[in-house]
């Protein structure tokens, strides 16, 4: 969290006497003084009666008496930045367009003897292009070596610079290293299909099981 030190003025009264003490109300509140540009300190003044003369007449004179101003002391104040994640907001809660990198999730399906096929199907909610295929598999039994064989589609345009298929678990494998596509932007409600096959059947009661998500940038 971040803070920001700025200043405001407070007044101090340095006189006694409260009636000589010249403020603004917009001063105090704003921090600033407004009244008359000068000097703190003010002379003024007034006639007073001095004595009198024989015939009881009364000598007026004139008196100074010096005023004192209020002056502004500076006071800080401590105001909390925003964290940087909150600085695109256009309201409170209104966040302005951005871009972030989320996960498509295309679905959970395990490989039998009756099943040898599966369309691995995701339907993005928002503009998203994806970048990096992750592909999860647990095989059991002794058929169960077969490699999954996929095309990828973003609604009816394919993925691939030929129509072979691909093996899904080289190119998605969570271990591997610089591997990144750069696939046409999906807008939303496209489906995005990885239609696939084993290379070897499956025999008895052996399975594959297999999980396929989408990693990409989207625009929220």
Partial sequence: MAYEVIGAGVYD?????????????????????AGPMGDDDDDEETDVVV???DDGVPIV???????RRRRARKRHLVRVTKPRWRR??????????????????????????????????GQTQKPFRGERLLVSTVRDGTTATGIILGQLFVGTDMQQLDVQSFDLEQIGAPGAFGVRLSMKPAQPGVI?????????????????????????????
């Fill in 51 to 53: 004595g009198y003369t």
């Fill in 88 to 121: 695109s907001q256009l309201a409170p809660g209104v966040i302005a367009p951005d871009q972030g990198m989320l996960s498509l999730p295309l679905g959970f399906f395990t490989f039998t003897a009756a099943a040898q096929a599966h369309t691995f199907v």
């Fill in 13 to 33: 009264d340095d006189d006694d006497d409260d009636d000589d003490v010249e403020g603004d109300v917009l001063g105090d509140v704003l921090g600033g003084y």
């Fill in 192 to 220: 995005i299909s990885i239609p696939t096959t084993l290379s070897v059947v499956l025999t008895s009661t052996d399975t594959i099981q297999c999980s396929v998500q989408l990693l990409g940038r989207n625009l929220h």
């Fill in 61 to 67: 004179g004139r008196k100074r008496r010096r005023r």
